[in-house]
Each structure stands twice: as structure tokens, then as C-alpha cells.
């Protein structure tokens, strides 16, 4: 008996049911109801922002319509009028703000009724179990200490936006809008949640109901601040909707990690900006609406005008997510502001974390409901992590570190999603996110395996052969690392002690340090190892680009070749034709950037250019990739002329950017290969290697014999430099050559955006900005018109691969023809 009452309340808490979510809800409810009486009543009021927002209606009250004339003793106002007349019926309520027990029990009732409405959201999804309420009400002294004991505007907002998505989740278009208008009016940060909200409006509605509801949203904002916007509508508006706001760093929650001079600087600012929207953008295509597809399924689909029911759990899922990448990614948290994700964490955690038979109860042979409590165990350390995290005052580097910690965690543990719908509340579609542990994601995508151009070499070697043929077939890839790296290293050791470069280190040792990841990003991917030195001199080092331009070359010329070799000889498929006539492309291109262009372009302009190019590539890679099962080829199929011309070409421009970047021809190849003839990246990237190595020994050979003006600091630089990167360059190849397709795309993504956010950290000028957007905007529109074309020619080639087949099956009926895979041969 005592085990089937022990099973009975596992089913009850921990499997999805509405009897025990009931139960477990009207518990807690009048459970909170005697916390909040006991905080309120025992524990002290700490004044921090209260007094400030009665003084900030007083002058309200005066006659005061001058938004910027607003003030109190923590400062000026800078929240949307909502705010001020909230607090000022709150003024009201309160004896001119002064009976504060009264207002520590009104913001109790407001704690009380935003848990009803987490509660009810809950509820309609289906797919929480009721323990998690638990977690909602039992685990957060901040979260008491913010509704009760500071009185901060945050709960006021955050119950508008709870009331809101209530009414959007039961279809009430409407007067979700009106009250997620009402949100945003007490404080900008509900804003967070617009970019979800706007395309569960899109796909739910339309594109007319859409912009009336939006309308609607707008029209709430000037009604609100009117009184304002007559007097003074520029003060309301830099007031109310402050974006330079400057934080105060005693205060952060998220960014002790950094010095404050780093912290207060503007162009960090830019970066989390850039990364916000970056991030969001990426996990909204990859985990938004998963049920119907994804977005861009759904964006392509409504096109075509019919309406898309979106379902609670996925329209909650965008929202919440939303607005946990802007908190991620915030200039500044304030411990307030823990209030702004805390009830929709737990959903984040929990939603896709059951199976669908699971959820329900589903019994195992000893009749034991099925809970999966590895998940639940990390997920409430992660829900109890961040709490700490938001109790540590002031805030530490551990804290903040943490906090950023568990905040990515949240993002690498989904797993599995059920749907329900959002019209009749019934389940919907069980999407199922295949499951991977640690150890397969790093089998498929780090140890997927080398693709040969002769497999002989890896296959199995007789016991009977010669012991020496045995042991070379064995150690084969170990001595082609070698060979490169102890021819170079004996010539270095020997000039080493010949001119006493070893003094070097000590006033040179950046360089060294920065090729350990330069040479083994060149080895690893198709940017080079210009791609790390060329930035790292020019944005960081402030080195003249001419000397980084050179030693790029310079120091490629022997890493690049060293990989190369490494590459040639453990037999990686290789692209031979785009290596040759890139190769002679590149070869002119080089001379003639060197001859008559380089000089020609100012160094600001050589490093917008170089990274807006390379950044509109790789957002044209990343949408490529994010089409499922596409179709690749282990070499350009049906060689034609056009093709020789375009790959001539491509050599060419790609040696121009080489001569005044120091790297160019490899990425230049690697775009036509991957984009226009769909080659896959595991062989795209080894043959840009080999394309790199043979152009920078040319610039190289021309800077220095022809032109012979290479400057002495960039020798000094080569000169310590070479034992580093003959090392590291061969190893990135080697370890490269393992890799899944998608890892070798995904280096090229963070590449380039971390040459974006260097770049901005400079603080180049707006002008320069502009033109970069420019850059990148034409750039990206090039690399698309790529890709079309590209899909056009992967289509004919397998089309023309179908025909063959059926001619070749000699009139027999053919009822299946081959669909284009992840590879098509």
C-alpha cells in the first residue's frame, strides 16, 4: 500500500495531469498568500525607487508636461508615461505616497495575481507537470523581495505582460494588444518580446489584421503619453525611450566579469547589440514554430495567404525565448530586472524536456511512471544557479560568469516539444527533436571521419606484407605532420642560433601567441591564417596594414605549404581543377593587387573591406546550410568552359584581396565552390588551403624579390613566428579533416562575426560603418544570386543522374526516381 501511495504521488506531481496541476496550484496559492503576509509583515521595506516615483508624480501633479523637467532624487524619469500614472493612482492609494504598508500590501495582490496568471499559462499548455509550480513559488527570496520589499515598477509591467499573453493564447487579439501596449508604456523592456509577438500575429492573422493590431499597439503609446507629446514630443520621446542610457557598475548583475572602463565603453554597447541580433535571428529560424516547420517554412508558406494556427506551447516558446536572448545579451542587469524572466524560465526548462507518452504517464514493466529525473535534477540546478546568481550583492566575477553560464546552458538542453493547439487546446503534432547525448554530437560532428581521394590508403593492411610497408600505412598521417614541421623547424633552430632570434620573444611574444590560433584556424578552415593575423595586427596591435598585409603572406607561406603537404600526402580529397586554374587566376591577381591596386586603397577601407565581404559570406553559408538534406558533390561536376571561366576568375579577385589583405584566394574559392557549384566544405576547405599555400608563397616571392620593400618589423615578426605555426597549421589540418561539413561552416559563422565585433570595438567612424553595411547588403545580395544559381545547377546535374539511371534499366516501369540527399555523390 505504502509503494502504490508513493507511485500515486509521483503520477501526481511528476507526469502531466490536471487533476494534480489543480491540486498542486490551489496549494501554492494560498500558500503565497501567507508568505507575502509574513515578508510584508517581518521583514524591513528597503527604500531604493519608491520615494523617487512619488516625487516624479508630484511634479506630474505641479503642472510639469516637460518629460525631461520630470525628476526625483535617483534621478530623472525614464519610463513610458504608463509608468507615471500608474504610480500616480498608486500616489493616490497610498496618502500622497507616504503609507507604504498600504503599498506593500497592494503590490502583495499584484504578486498574487501575476502567480494566478503564470499559473493559467501554464495550464493551457498541457505539458507542464505540476512539481514545476513548485519552482514558480518556493525557490526565490529575490522575487518576494522585489513585489513586497522595493516596490519597483518591473512587477507592474511584467503583470500587464502576463495579462496580455492570456489573452493572446485564447485568441483575444485585441486586448492582448491593448495590453501589451499597456506593458510597454510602464517600461520599455517589454519590448523584448515584440520580434515573437509580431509573427504570432503575422502567421495567426494576416498581413491586414496584423498592421491594425499594430496600429492599435501604436495608437495606446500616443494615447498614453499625449499630454506630453503636445508640450514636448522630442523630450518624451529621448525620455521615455532612453537607448544611451548609461548603467551605473556598481549595480550589474551580468557584467562584473568586465573592467568598468570596458563596461562603460559604447562600442561593447554596439557589440552586444550586434549579438543580440544576431543570436536571435539564428535561434529564431532554427527553433522557432518547430511544429509547423520552423519559420522559415512558415514564412515561405505565407506567401500563398492561408493562415497558420500556431500552437500555445510554440507561440510561448518564441515569446519567452525572445526575451531571454535580449536579458542574455543586456548592457545591464539590475537586480530588479531577475523579474523580467523568472516565471518564464521554468517553461523555457521543462517544456521540451518530456516525451509525449512520458508526460501522460506512461508506465514502465514495474509499473513505476517514467520521470525523467536527470532532467529534472539539472534543470532545477540551473533554475537554482541563477538564483544564486541574482542573491550575490554586490555581484562578483564568479556570479556574473555563472549567470552567463547557466544562460547558455538553457540553450544547448532542448530536446524534445510537444504542441498543442492554440484554438481548441488539443494536442496538436509531437515534434521530436532527435536526442543526442555529448558523446554522439561529438562523434558526428568532430569525428565524423576523412574523406579520401584514394581509400586504398585506409584500408586494412595484410599481415603478410613487409613490416616496414605495415608500419608506413599505419603512421602515414603522423609522418606527413612531420615531415613539413622538422624541415622547417631544423632551418629555423640552425638560423636560430645564427642570429640570436630567441632575444626576439621578449618584446615580440604577441605575435607567437596570436599564430598558435591563426596558423590552426588557416589549417582548420577556408579563412586562412591572414584571417586571424590581418585583424589582430590592424584592429588590435594598430600595425600599419602594409606590414600585416606582409607578414600574412609571409608567415602563410610556411604554414599554409606545411599544410598543404599534410593535406597532399595523407591523400584528403582535393578539388584539383578549381586548385589549378584558381591557381593561375590567382597568380595574376596577386601580382597585379600588389603592382597597381594595393597603394591605392587607404587602410581603414582595406579593413572594412575585408571583413564586410567576408561577413555577407558567411550569412549567404549559413542560410545555405540551414536547407535540410541539400544537396553536395565531392567535386564540380560536368566541367565545362563557363565553369574553368568562373573559377579563372575567381582566382583573380581572390589574388587581388590577397595582395592587400594578406588572404583572399581561399575564402574567394571557398564561396564559388561551396555556393555556385555545391561542392561539400569537408572538400572545400582542404583545397582552399592548398589554393592559399600557393598564392602566398607568390606574394610573398614578389614583395620581397620584386618589389623588395618588406618592412623590418614584419621579419622580425616571421622570424618567431615559423616554429609556431609549422606546427599548428598541419595539426588544424589534421584535425579539420575529421570533422562533420556543418562544424567546418559553423568556424567560418563565428569567424566572421568575431572579425565584425572587433572591428566595431575600434570605433570607426559612421561614415565607415555605412559603407560596410553597404558592403555587406551587396555583398550578401552577390552570394545569394550564388546560391540561386547553385541550386539551379545541383538541380539539372541530379535531374540528368535520374535520366541515366532510367535509360540505363533497359524500358523497365520506374516508379521512384533519386531525390536530391545530403550527398549526391
Given at each position: 500500500?505504502?509503494c502504490s501511495?508513493?507511485?500515486s504521488?509521483?503520477r501526481?506531481?511528476?507526469?502531466?495531469?490536471?487533476f494534480?496541476?489543480?491540486?498542486?496550484?490551489?496549494?501554492?496559492?494560498i500558500?503565497e498568500?501567507l508568505?507575502t503576509?509574513?515578508v510584508?509583515?517581518?521583514?524591513?521595506?528597503?527604500?531604493i525607487?519608491?520615494?523617487?516615483?512619488?516625487?516624479q508624480v508630484e511634479?506630474?501633479?505641479?503642472?510639469?508636461r516637460?518629460?525631461?523637467?520630470?525628476?526625483?532624487?535617483?534621478?530623472?524619469i525614464?519610463y513610458?508615461?504608463?509608468?507615471?500614472?500608474?504610480?500616480r493612482?498608486?500616489?493616490?492609494l497610498?496618502e500622497?505616497?507616504?503609507n507604504?504598508s498600504?503599498?506593500?500590501?497592494?503590490?502583495?495582490g499584484?504578486?498574487i495575481l501575476?502567480?494566478?496568471?503564470?499559473?493559467?499559462i501554464?495550464a493551457?499548455?498541457r505539458?507542464?507537470?505540476?512539481?514545476?509550480?513548485v519552482?514558480?513559488?518556493?525557490?526565490s527570496y529575490?522575487?518576494h523581495?522585489i513585489f513586497?520589499?522595493?516596490?519597483?515598477?518591473?512587477p507592474?509591467a511584467m503583470f500587464l505582460?502576463y495579462l496580455a499573453?492570456?489573452?493572446?493564447?485564447s485568441?483575444?487579439?485585441?486586448l492582448?494588444c491593448?495590453l501589451?501596449?499597456l506593458?510597454?508604456s510602464?517600461?520599455?523592456?517589454?519590448?523584448?518580446?515584440?520580434?515573437?509577438?509580431?509573427?504570432?500575429l503575422?502567421?495567426?492573422?494576416g498581413?491586414?489584421?496584423?498592421?491594425?493590431y499594430?496600429?492599435?499597439c501604436?495608437a495606446?503609446?500616443?494615447?498614453?503619453?499625449?499630454?506630453?507629446?503636445?508640450?514636448?514630443p522630442?523630450s518624451?520621446v529621448m525620455?521615455s525611450?532612453?537607448?544611451?542610457?548609461?548603467?551605473?557598475y556598481k549595480?550589474?548583475?551580468?557584467w562584473?566579469i568586465l573592467?568598468e572602463?570596458?563596461f562603460?565603453d559604447?562600442?561593447i554597447?554596439?557589440?552586444?547589440l550586434l549579438?543580440?541580433?544576431?543570436?536571435l535571428?539564428?535561434f529564431?529560424f532554427?527553433?522557432?514554430?518547430?511544429?509547423?516547420?520552423?519559420?522559415?517554412l512558415?514564412l515561405?508558406?505565407?506567401a500563398?495567404?492561408?493562415?497558420?494556427?500556431?500552437?500555445?506551447?510554440?507561440?510561448?516558446?518564441?515569446l519567452f525565448?525572445?526575451?531571454?536572448?535580449g536579458i542574455?545579451?543586456?548592457?545591464?542587469?539590475?537586480?530588479?530586472?531577475?523579474s523580467?524572466?523568472f516565471h518564464s524560465l521554468p517553461?523555457i526548462?521543462?517544456?521540451?524536456?518530456?516525451?509525449?507518452e512520458d508526460?501522460?504517464?506512461?508506465?514502465?514493466?514495474?509499473?513505476?511512471?517514467?520521470?525523467p529525473w536527470?532532467?529534472?535534477?539539472l534543470?532545477?540546478?540551473?533554475l537554482?544557479?541563477?538564483?544564486y546568481?541574482?542573491n550575490?550583492?554586490?555581484s562578483?566575477v564568479?556570479s556574473?560568469g555563472?549567470?552567463?553560464?547557466?544562460?547558455a546552458?538553457i540553450?544547448?538542453?532542448?530536446?524534445?516539444?510537444?504542441?498543442?493547439?492554440?484554438?481548441?487546446g488539443?494536442?496538436?503534432v509531437?515534434?521530436?527533436?532527435?536526442k543526442?547525448?555529448?558523446?554522439?554530437?561529438f562523434?558526428?560532428?568532430?569525428?565524423?571521419?576523412?574523406?579520401?581521394?584514394d581509400?586504398?590508403?585506409v584500408?586494412d593492411?595484410?599481415p603478410?606484407?613487409?613490416?616496414?610497408?605495415r608500419l608506413?600505412?599505419k603512421?602515414y598521417?603522423?609522418?606527413?605532420?612531420?615531415?613539413?614541421?622538422?624541415?622547417f623547424?631544423?632551418?629555423w633552430?640552425i638560423?636560430a642560433f645564427r642570429?640570436?632570434l630567441?632575444?626576439?620573444f621578449?618584446?615580440?611574444?604577441e605575435?607567437?601567441?596570436t599564430?598558435?590560433?591563426?596558423a590552426?584556424?588557416?589549417?582548420?578552415?577556408?579563412?586562412?591564417g591572414?584571417a586571424?593575423a590581418?585583424?589582430?595586427?590592424?584592429?588590435?596591435?594598430?600595425?600599419?596594414?602594409?606590414v600585416?598585409k606582409?607578414f600574412?603572406l609571409m608567415?602563410q607561406?610556411?604554414?599554409?605549404?606545411?599544410?598543404?603537404?599534410t593535406?597532399i600526402?595523407?591523400?584528403?580529397a582535393l578539388e584539383?581543377?578549381?586548385?589549378?586554374v584558381?591557381?593561375?587566376?590567382?597568380?595574376?591577381g596577386?601580382?597585379f593587387?600588389?603592382?597597381y591596386?594595393?597603394?591605392?586603397?587607404?587602410a581603414a577601407?582595406?579593413k572594412m573591406?575585408?571583413i564586410?565581404?567576408w561577413?555577407?559570406?558567411?550569412?549567404?553559408l549559413?542560410?545555405?546550410?540551414t536547407?535540410k538534406?541539400?544537396c553536395?558533390?565531392?567535386?564540380?561536376?560536368?566541367i565545362?568552359?563557363?565553369?574553368l571561366?568562373?573559377?579563372?576568375?575567381t582566382?583573380?579577385?581572390?589574388?587581388?584581396?590577397t595582395?592587400f589583405a594578406?588572404?583572399?584566394v581561399?575564402?574567394?574559392?571557398f564561396?564559388i565552390l561551396?555556393?555556385l557549384?555545391?561542392?561539400?566544405?569537408?572538400?572545400?576547405?582542404?583545397?582552399?588551403?592548398?589554393?592559399?599555400a600557393?598564392?602566398?608563397?607568390v606574394?610573398?616571392?614578389w614583395?620581397q624579390?620584386?618589389m623588395?620593400?618588406?618592412s623590418?618589423?614584419?621579419?622580425?615578426?616571421?622570424?618567431?613566428?615559423?616554429p609556431v605555426v609549422v606546427v599548428c597549421a598541419?595539426?588544424?589540418?589534421l584535425l579539420a579533416?575529421?570533422?562533420h561539413?556543418?562544424?567546418?561552416?559553423a568556424?567560418?559563422?563565428?569567424?566572421?562575426?568575431?572579425?565584425?565585433?572587433g572591428y566595431?570595438l575600434?570605433?570607426?567612424?559612421?561614415?565607415m560603418i555605412?559603407i560596410?553595411?553597404?558592403i555587406?547588403?551587396f555583398?550578401?545580395?552577390?552570394?545569394y544570386c550564388?546560391?540561386?544559381?547553385?541550386?539551379t545547377?545541383?538541380?539539372?546535374l541530379?535531374?540528368?543522374k535520374?535520366k541515366s539511371?532510367?535509360?540505363?534499366?533497359?524500358g523497365e516501369?520506374?516508379?521512384?526516381l533519386?531525390q536530391?540527399?545530403r550527398r549526391c555523390?
Amino acid at each position: 500500500m505504502g509503494c502504490s501511495l508513493f507511485q500515486s504521488c509521483v503520477r501526481t506531481l511528476f507526469t502531466v495531469n490536471s487533476f494534480g496541476f489543480f491540486v498542486v496550484a490551489s496549494l501554492l496559492t494560498i500558500a503565497e498568500v501567507l508568505v507575502t503576509f509574513g515578508v510584508i509583515r517581518y521583514v524591513p521595506y528597503t527604500e531604493i525607487d519608491w520615494s523617487t516615483y512619488m516625487q516624479q508624480v508630484e511634479c506630474y501633479l505641479n503642472g510639469t508636461r516637460n518629460y525631461a523637467l520630470i525628476t526625483g532624487d535617483t534621478g530623472p524619469i525614464v519610463y513610458p508615461a504608463g509608468h507615471l500614472f500608474i504610480f500616480r493612482f498608486l500616489y493616490s492609494l497610498t496618502e500622497n505616497g507616504t503609507n507604504i504598508s498600504r503599498a506593500q500590501y497592494i503590490f502583495g495582490g499584484l504578486y498574487i495575481l501575476t502567480i494566478l496568471l503564470v499559473f493559467r499559462i501554464y495550464a493551457k499548455t498541457r505539458s507542464i507537470p505540476p512539481f514545476v509550480l513548485v519552482l514558480l513559488c518556493c525557490t526565490s527570496y529575490r522575487i518576494h523581495s522585489i513585489f513586497m520589499l522595493r516596490l519597483f515598477n518591473d512587477p507592474v509591467a511584467m503583470f500587464l505582460l502576463y495579462l496580455a499573453i492570456n489573452f493572446l493564447i485564447s485568441q483575444q487579439w485585441f486586448l492582448g494588444c491593448v495590453l501589451y501596449s499597456l506593458a510597454v508604456s510602464v517600461k520599455m523592456n517589454i519590448l523584448l518580446f515584440a520580434p515573437a509577438l509580431f509573427f504570432i500575429l503575422l502567421f495567426s492573422n494576416g498581413i491586414f489584421l496584423t498592421a491594425f493590431y499594430l496600429s492599435v499597439c501604436a495608437a495606446v503609446q500616443v494615447v498614453i503619453a499625449a499630454p506630453f507629446l503636445i508640450h514636448d514630443p522630442l523630450s518624451y520621446v529621448m525620455r521615455s525611450f532612453e537607448l544611451g542610457r548609461v548603467f551605473m557598475y556598481k549595480w550589474t548583475v551580468n557584467w562584473r566579469i568586465l573592467p568598468e572602463s570596458v563596461f562603460l565603453d559604447k562600442r561593447i554597447h554596439l557589440v552586444l547589440l550586434l549579438l543580440h541580433v544576431v543570436v536571435l535571428l539564428v535561434f529564431a529560424f532554427k527553433m522557432w514554430f518547430r511544429s509547423q516547420g520552423g519559420l522559415l517554412l512558415l514564412l515561405r508558406n505565407f506567401a500563398y495567404g492561408p493562415r497558420t494556427r500556431i500552437g500555445i506551447q510554440d507561440a510561448l516558446y518564441a515569446l519567452f525565448t525572445s526575451n531571454l536572448i535580449g536579458i542574455t545579451f543586456a548592457r545591464s542587469l539590475h537586480y530588479q530586472f531577475y523579474s523580467w524572466y523568472f516565471h518564464s524560465l521554468p517553461f523555457i526548462l521543462f517544456i521540451n524536456m518530456y516525451r509525449m507518452e512520458d508526460a501522460y504517464g506512461k508506465k514502465d514493466g514495474e509499473g513505476t511512471p517514467t520521470v525523467p529525473w536527470k532532467g529534472i535534477i539539472l534543470r532545477v540546478a540551473i533554475l537554482l544557479g541563477i538564483e544564486y546568481c541574482w542573491n550575490v550583492y554586490p555581484s562578483t566575477v564568479f556570479s556574473s560568469g555563472l549567470l552567463h553560464v547557466l544562460h547558455a546552458l538553457i540553450f544547448v538542453i532542448f530536446e524534445d516539444m510537444k504542441t498543442v493547439d492554440v484554438f481548441t487546446g488539443t494536442s496538436l503534432v509531437t515534434t521530436s527533436v532527435r536526442k543526442h547525448t555529448l558523446q554522439r554530437f561529438f562523434r558526428k560532428y568532430f569525428l565524423e571521419g576523412q574523406k579520401f581521394a584514394d581509400e586504398v590508403l585506409v584500408t586494412d593492411v595484410s599481415p603478410t606484407v613487409p613490416i616496414d610497408v605495415r608500419l608506413f600505412r599505419k603512421y602515414y598521417k603522423v609522418i606527413g605532420f612531420l615531415i613539413p614541421m622538422c624541415f622547417f623547424h631544423i632551418l629555423w633552430w640552425i638560423l636560430a642560433f645564427r642570429y640570436d632570434l630567441f632575444s626576439r620573444f621578449a618584446t615580440r611574444w604577441e605575435m607567437p601567441l596570436t599564430m598558435v590560433l591563426g596558423a590552426t584556424v588557416a589549417g582548420m578552415t577556408s579563412e586562412g591564417g591572414g584571417a586571424v593575423a590581418f585583424p589582430v595586427m590592424t584592429l588590435l596591435l594598430k600595425i600599419d596594414p602594409v606590414v600585416a598585409k606582409d607578414f600574412s603572406l609571409m608567415i602563410q607561406s610556411c604554414g599554409m605549404t606545411s599544410a598543404a603537404f599534410t593535406i597532399i600526402w595523407m591523400g584528403i580529397a582535393l578539388e584539383w581543377r578549381a586548385i589549378l586554374v584558381c591557381s593561375l587566376g590567382a597568380t595574376i591577381g596577386c601580382v597585379f593587387g600588389l603592382q597597381y591596386i594595393d597603394g591605392l586603397i587607404t587602410a581603414a577601407v582595406k579593413k572594412m573591406m575585408f571583413i564586410s565581404v567576408w561577413f555577407s559570406f558567411g550569412l549567404a553559408l549559413w542560410l545555405l546550410n540551414t536547407q535540410k538534406k541539400r544537396c553536395t558533390f565531392d567535386s564540380i561536376r560536368n566541367i565545362s568552359p563557363w565553369k574553368l571561366m568562373v573559377l579563372l576568375v575567381t582566382g583573380f579577385v581572390g589574388g587581388i584581396c590577397t595582395s592587400f589583405a594578406g588572404s583572399g584566394v581561399d575564402i574567394c574559392s571557398f564561396s564559388i565552390l561551396t555556393l555556385l557549384f555545391r561542392v561539400s566544405e569537408k572538400v572545400a576547405t582542404p583545397t582552399s588551403v592548398v589554393l592559399m599555400a600557393v598564392n602566398t608563397c607568390v606574394g610573398f616571392f614578389w614583395r620581397q624579390l620584386i618589389m623588395g620593400d618588406v618592412s623590418d618589423l614584419a621579419w622580425e615578426y616571421w622570424s618567431i613566428s615559423v616554429p609556431v605555426v609549422v606546427v599548428c597549421a598541419p595539426l588544424g589540418s589534421l584535425l579539420a579533416s575529421h570533422f562533420h561539413r556543418l562544424t567546418l561552416a559553423a568556424f567560418v559563422y563565428v569567424l566572421e562575426v568575431l572579425a565584425v565585433v572587433g572591428y566595431l570595438l575600434t570605433g570607426p567612424s559612421l561614415i565607415m560603418i555605412a559603407i560596410g553595411v553597404g558592403i555587406i547588403f551587396f555583398s550578401f545580395l552577390f552570394f545569394y544570386c550564388l546560391m540561386d544559381i547553385g541550386h539551379t545547377v545541383s538541380q539539372e546535374l541530379v535531374q540528368e543522374k535520374n535520366k541515366s539511371i532510367l535509360t540505363s534499366m533497359d524500358g523497365e516501369v520506374k516508379s521512384v526516381l533519386i531525390q536530391p540527399a545530403r550527398r549526391c555523390g
